[in-house]
């Protein structure tokens, strides 16, 4: 099979769900399982509050923020905006990795390549709003890693990235489900979010003074690519849960396709600030993976 056709090779999917669910998690534990299965992969750290991905992907300390070589967040007098105040597409959003200083990137020993979008929680009272950190999200396009690697973007927890519409930049979603019903709850509304915009519902414009802006905003909407939201269940201690959680899912119509374990070494992992080892979590992965594959090939 050539790097072209494989399932996942020159897709964006974004990792989704409720705070402390497991997102950094299972991107980090996607992005090692699919360079092990030979897809070039490029990692987007788009979180905005979360720390700590580029040491489970096995880095000493994270790459600049992009936020600063697009001129920093309009609310600290850069010149990003807000998607939601501003749709405009990023100026230079598509980058040659050729052409970007390579303090704005890593790539580990497994080849995959690391880039961090912002964080806010340096910037100081009255400017911690992240909307540019969501355009970033939305627009950015690296080329240069090959061919057609497969992105994987981790995003900020909760609703707020994809009610900005960065989902419109992506072809699928993995929401991560931890034994919450707030977890549930999002897991349905992302759903929800996304079958509203391949039915054609445009967003809310109300606040837009310009009409260009309403019709650019429409626009991106219109042309978004996004196909299907899938749920990976995580930190399940138990069949009971699981069934639980199932059952509650497919009441809405959601299908779980796979399922993490509770694994006491990953919050090791995450309270030591190691890289994610071989642990019985890339077992799950893999089972994930596989059954993603047939659904997206279906």
Same mark, same amino acid.
């Given at each position: 099979m050539t790097e072209k056709n494989k399932s996942f090779s020159g897709t964006r999917i974004g990792i989704l769900g409720k705070g402390g669910s497991g997102k950094s998690t299972v991107t980090a534990l996607l992005a090692k399982t699919l360079a092990n299965q030979n897809y070039q992969v490029c990692v987007f750290d788009a979180d905005s509050t979360n720390l700590g991905l580029h040491q489970a992907l096995g880095f000493d300390k994270p790459p600049t923020p992009l936020i600063h070589y697009f001129g920093g967040a309009i609310f600290s007098g850069g010149s990003v905006t807000c998607p939601v105040d501003d749709p405009t597409p990023l100026p230079g959003a598509e980058i040659s990795l050729d052409k970007l200083p390579n303090n704005y990137y890593l790539q580990n020993q497994e080849g995959i390549f690391l880039f961090a979008l912002g964080k806010i929680g340096d910037r100081g009272p009255g400017a911690g709003c992240d909307g540019p950190i969501s355009k970033i999200t939305r627009d950015l396009k690296i080329s240069g890693i090959g061919d057609y690697? !497969? @992105?994987? +973007?981790?995003?900020?927890?909760?609703?707020?990235?994809? =009610?900005? &519409? !960065?989902? @419109? &930049?992506?072809?699928? !979603? +993995? @929401? !991560?489900?931890?034994?919450?019903?707030? =977890?549930?709850? +999002?897991?349905?509304?992302? *759903?929800?979010?996304?079958?509203? +915009? *391949?039915? &054609? *519902?445009?967003? =809310? @414009?109300?606040?837009l003074k310009n009409p260009a802006l309403v019709k650019t905003a429409q626009k991106i909407f219109k042309e978004a690519k996004i196909k299907d939201s899938f749920v990976l269940l995580n930190k399940i201690k138990d069949k009971e849960i699981e069934s639980y959680l199932r059952k509650k899912l497919e009441e809405k119509g959601i299908e779980p396709l796979g399922i993490m374990w509770e694994d006491p070494s990953i919050s090791l992992s995450w309270l030591k600030e190691t890289s994610l080892m071989e642990i019985g979590a890339r077992k799950d992965i893999e089972r994930f993976i596989k059954r993603l594959k047939k659904n997206i090939l279906e």
């Open positions: 690697p !497969v @992105t994987l +973007i981790d995003l900020k927890a909760g609703l707020e990235d994809p =009610a900005r &519409g !960065v989902i @419109t &930049g992506l072809d699928w !979603v +993995i @929401t !991560v489900v931890d034994p919450t019903n707030a =977890a549930i709850q +999002i897991a349905i509304d992302i *759903k929800n979010i996304i079958n509203q +915009i *391949k039915s &054609g *519902k445009l967003p =809310a @414009t109300r606040h």
